[in-house]
């Protein structure tokens, strides 16, 4: 086996993935890896297909890494999302030796600089070369089970009791997310399309366009591609 990975190279929200997808797709269910990464959409030997089975694995979500081929959901995992329990979600981010590090030692504190950061998280062992990915991903986690708060206009790191209280009262906080970079862009256009129209009300708009009767053929369609990409246009 190779060395265990000091910290999980995904946050909580993204490594979630895995264990959506074994809940949804397999009833929680032991799914075989190359289904697994079928369903997701992904392809299952490369190199972000491997990092996310290690961040899932790093936070206790799930069992087996890209060298098994069957992949379990834990119970922590199952906790999650079944009933998006708030404890299992700050133990999942404590269980990362150098996150837990972090925020028992700044614990009721103001964030400390980047560069003071960086030197605390070397001497838990994280490589210097990995120090700042590995903070960015210690960041976004710890905002996510709100052991991060922004407190009177300063980010502060506050007690697992107080982030815990904070994600009982915000049950939906979590929401497990997949990397847009991994989908073709046509789909994920596509699909966004789709959810917005689904968000919207019903509307209905007349379009008038008045064109010299020797217009050609290209300028239409220049101009009916201009308006369904103003139209599926997020913002």
Same mark, same amino acid.
């Given at each position: 086996?190779?060395?265990?990975?000091?910290?999980?190279?995904?946050?909580?929200?993204?490594?979630?993935?895995?264990?959506?997808?074994?809940?949804?797709?397999?009833?929680?269910?032991?799914?075989?890896?190359?289904?697994?990464?079928?369903?997701?959409?992904? $392809?299952?030997?490369?190199?972000?297909?491997?990092?996310?089975?290690?961040?899932?694995?790093?936070?206790?979500?799930?069992?087996?890494?890209?060298?098994?081929?069957?992949?379990?959901?834990?119970?922590?995992?199952?906790?999650?999302?079944?009933?998006?329990?708030?404890?299992?979600?700050?133990?999942?981010?404590?269980?990362?030796?150098?996150?837990?590090?972090?925020?028992?030692?700044?614990?009721?504190?103001?964030?400390?600089?980047?560069?003071?950061?960086?030197?605390?998280?070397?001497?838990?062992?994280?490589?210097?070369?990995?120090?700042?990915?590995?903070?960015?991903?210690?960041?976004?986690?710890? =905002?996510?089970?709100?052991?991060?708060?922004?407190?009177?206009?300063?980010?502060?790191?506050? $007690? $697992?009791?107080?982030?815990?209280?904070?994600?009982?009262?915000?049950?939906?906080?979590?929401?497990?997310?997949?990397? =847009?970079?991994?989908?073709?862009?046509?789909?994920?256009?596509?699909?966004?399309?789709?959810?917005?129209?689904?968000?919207?009300? $019903?509307?209905?708009?007349?379009?008038?366009?008045?064109?010299?009767?020797?217009?050609?053929?290209?300028?239409?369609?220049?101009?009916?591609?201009?308006?369904?990409?103003?139209?599926?246009?997020?913002?």
């Amino acid at each position: 086996m190779g060395r265990k990975s000091p910290f999980p190279p995904y946050d909580l929200n993204e490594a979630l993935l895995i264990a959506r997808t074994i809940w949804e797709k397999n009833a929680g269910k032991p799914m075989r890896r190359l289904t697994l990464f079928d369903a997701i959409g992904r $392809s299952p030997e490369s190199g972000p297909s491997r990092q996310l089975l290690t961040a899932s694995s790093g936070y206790g979500l799930t069992q087996g890494s890209f060298h098994v081929e069957v992949i379990r959901i834990t119970e922590r995992g199952q906790a999650i999302v079944q009933r998006n329990d708030p404890q299992a979600k700050l133990d999942a981010v404590l269980e990362v030796d150098a996150f837990r590090a972090f925020f028992d030692n700044y614990r009721n504190a103001a964030l400390p600089s980047e560069t003071a950061a960086l030197d605390f998280l070397k001497e838990q062992r994280v490589p210097e070369k990995s120090a700042r990915a590995c903070l960015e991903t210690l960041l976004k986690s710890g =905002e996510q089970v709100a052991l991060i708060q922004e407190i009177s206009g300063t980010k502060r790191v506050v $007690s $697992s009791e107080h982030a815990l209280e904070e994600l009982s009262k915000a049950p939906g906080l979590l929401l497990p997310l997949q990397p =847009e970079s991994e989908e073709p862009a046509q789909v994920t256009s596509a699909r966004r399309f789709e959810e917005k129209a689904k968000r919207s009300l $019903s509307l209905n708009i007349n379009i008038q366009i008045h064109l010299p009767a020797d217009a050609k053929p290209e300028i239409y369609e220049i101009i009916f591609k201009n308006i369904r990409e103003q139209l599926m246009d997020e913002g």
